[in-house]
């Protein structure tokens, strides 16, 4: 039954967390541009619950994006305070974001559990594949509407909602960082299935 439960302690943890760091962000429209997709995400798996149950891994899993995202959108991602692992491993910048990316990837595993389920395909190798390039097409999406903000918004924001310090590849690094969570994910997925049918 605890198990069951999950799902709601996650919503509720969420709730929470976002009240909380909706006071005073660093940047209110950066915080509104950061935070309305992950709304959004949050509010559709809250809608759709009762149709679609996913398993506790996807949405613990799930839930790591939504939190880390919810930080990055008070403290814009470049400043979230991340200087121990910046320090610990030499890097000349805060590496916050391309974590968040990595973490996008997960998703994958809901993806390929949703068309196991479903049964809307039999073979784990193109179940696989679906899910990854899922992944990389939101991936490709989400940086265009990254880019379109930040022609569009005043500079200060629009840089701030890039999240690019500095680094002209920003946007190819973060795809790969979220096409390797997304590999990640659904390697895990497999393992937890073939585990399963034995």
């Known amino acids: 039954m605890k198990s069951l439960r999950l799902p709601h302690y996650l919503l509720a943890l969420?709730?929470?967390?976002?009240?909380?760091?909706?006071?005073?962000?660093y940047d209110r429209s950066v915080w509104l541009a950061e935070n309305l997709p992950i709304v959004i995400i949050v509010a559709g798996l809250a809608v759709t619950y009762r149709w679609h149950r996913f398993?506790?891994?996807a949405y613990i899993l799930m839930s790591v994006l939504v939190f880390m995202h919810t930080l990055g959108g008070h403290f814009t991602f470049e400043r979230v305070p991340f200087d121990f692992v910046t320090d610990l491993f030499g890097f000349s910048r805060n590496h916050y974001d391309r974590?968040?990316?990595?973490?996008v990837g997960f998703y994958a595993f809901a993806i390929a559990e949703f068309i196991t389920r479903r049964r809307l395909?039999?073979?784990?190798?193109?179940?696989?594949?679906f899910a990854i390039f899922s992944i990389f097409t939101v991936a490709a999406g989400?940086?265009?509407?990254?880019?379109l903000y930040a022609v569009l918004s005043a500079p200060?924001?629009?840089?701030?909602?890039?999240?690019s310090q500095g680094d002209i590849w920003d946007a190819?690094?973060?795809?790969?960082a979220d096409g390797l969570g997304?590999?990640?994910?659904?390697?895990?997925?497999?393992?937890?299935?073939?585990?399963k049918g034995r």
């Open 14 to 25: 969420y709730v929470i967390f976002f009240t909380v760091l909706s006071i005073h962000p």
């Open 121 to 129: 395909s039999n073979s784990p190798v193109l179940t696989s594949l």
């Open 55 to 57: 398993s506790n891994t």
């Open 172 to 176: 190819q690094k973060d795809m790969l």
């Open 156 to 163: 200060e924001q629009g840089i701030a909602f890039l999240g």
């Open 142 to 147: 989400y940086e265009i509407i990254e880019w």
């Open 182 to 195: 997304a590999i990640a994910a659904t390697l895990l997925f497999v393992v937890l299935q073939h585990r």
């Open 99 to 103: 974590i968040g990316h990595f973490t």
